[in-house]
């Protein structure tokens, strides 16, 4: 089975643009989360979707939005990007409990 | 705020020797589940722990979990230069607004060869 795939894996942008992130989980998985990764403050959970709604929601601003597709893929949007923004992207999909991760999408703003 | 707390930050030991880490969490959980993370890449889930649960063994790997002081280790035995990552607990619990996983700062294992 392939695993969780995320694109693009790196991304350059400049203050104020937007940017759209995509996560493909693994087949027959319905369960996506993003989490956001920075060497300031760690792992921290953006949002959940489970067939297509959004189940979960973590303490970040309305800047970014996330949504899934029918076929599960979901894509993250990051809109007026803030030097802030720059981190390590992770997508993860759920059958169960166990959540398996994707390789990232490194987005730095510069 | 994170929920999980890891000790040490870093830990730096021999190829061959056992690895200890710790992680203490501030509510109640439905699991626990450790993480490990080589050089900024994607996370590889290791063991899930339920709370319920006291103990769990995976190969090397051997998890404990104590409920009433809201703690748990992970002990990877005789370990080897490829352990060389750093390792995160996240902890699963119901909350406002649903199911929410949240990780620790996690510890940085460097076993030298």
């Known amino acids: 089975k392939a695993g969780v795939t995320q694109t693009p894996r790196y991304l350059i942008k400049t203050r104020g643009q937007q940017v759209t992130l995509s996560c493909s989980p693994i087949?027959?998985?319905?369960?996506v989360s993003w989490y956001q990764q920075t060497p300031g403050q760690g792992l921290q959970f953006l949002f959940e979707?489970?067939?297509?709604?959004?189940?979960n929601k973590g303490n970040f601003p309305g800047r970014f939005s996330g949504r899934q597709f029918s076929n599960s893929r979901s894509e993250m949007n990051v809109s007026t990007l803030e030097l802030g923004d720059s981190a390590l992207y992770l997508c993860?999909?759920?059958?169960?409990?166990?959540?398996?991760f994707g390789p990232g999408t490194r987005l730095t703003v510069l | 705020s994170q929920q999980g707390e890891e000790d040490p930050q870093a830990l730096s030991i021999q190829e061959g020797e056992n690895a200890t880490m710790n992680c203490s969490y501030k509510?109640?959980?439905?699991?626990l589940q450790w993480y490990r993370q080589n050089s900024g890449r994607g996370l590889v889930h290791l063991i899930l722990?339920?709370?319920n649960e006291r103990e769990k063994h995976s190969g090397r790997l051997r998890v404990t979990l104590d409920t009433s002081k809201k703690s748990s280790s992970l002990l990877i035995t005789a370990s080897r230069a490829a352990d060389t990552a750093s390792y995160f607990c996240?902890?699963?619990?119901w909350g406002t607004g649903g199911f929410k996983t949240i990780f620790g700062a996690g510890t940085r294992l460097f076993v030298k060869a």
């Open positions: 996240a902890t699963d619990r």
């Open positions: 087949s027959g998985h319905r369960s």
């Open positions: 722990i339920r709370s």
């Open positions: 979707y489970f067939s297509e709604t959004q189940r």
């Open positions: 509510t109640s959980i439905n699991n």
């Open positions: 993860a999909s759920s059958l169960t409990d166990e959540q398996f």
